[in-house]
Nanobody, 119 residues
Framework: QVQLVESGGGLVQAGDSLRLSCAAS????????VGWFRQAPGKERETIAR????????NYADSVKGRFTISKDNAKNAVYLQMNSLKPEDTAVYFC????????????WGQGTQVTVSS
């Protein structure tokens, strides 16, 4: 069973940067893709970035494009989210999740890490 653990959240000021990590453990980790998601209070969950495990293809939501960068380290079974120029509207719980194939849903989720950006 794959387990994902996020870390790196915290309280920062607008304009600051944070780097989130998503560490995978358990059986051999070889997903089709890993994504970062966020959910703010009272709002729907938003998909913000995705990276495919083998080829490293990237996708970003318009809301974070140019400010956030997703990357991976296959040897460490880890995915990262570098967040720059943070805004108060980036405040949310951030989750990572993996999907086994291009057609499957994201089926392994971490517990989330809180990011709070003060103005």
């Amino acid at each position: 069973q794959v387990q994902l653990v996020e870390s790196g959240g915290g309280l920062v000021q607008a304009g600051d940067s944070l780097r989130l990590s998503c560490a995978a453990s358990g059986r051999t980790f070889s997903p089709y893709a890993v994504g970062w998601f966020r959910q703010a209070p009272g709002k729907e969950r938003e998909t913000i970035a995705r990276i495919t495990w083998t080829f490293g293809a990237l996708n970003y939501a318009d809301s974070v494009k140019g400010r956030f960068t997703i990357s991976k380290d296959n040897a460490k079974n880890a995915v990262y989210l570098q967040m720059n120029s943070l805004k108060p509207e980036d405040t949310a719980v951030y989750f990572c999740a993996s999907r086994s194939t291009s057609l499957s849903a994201y089926d392994h989720w971490g517990q989330g890490t809180q990011v709070t950006v003060s103005s």
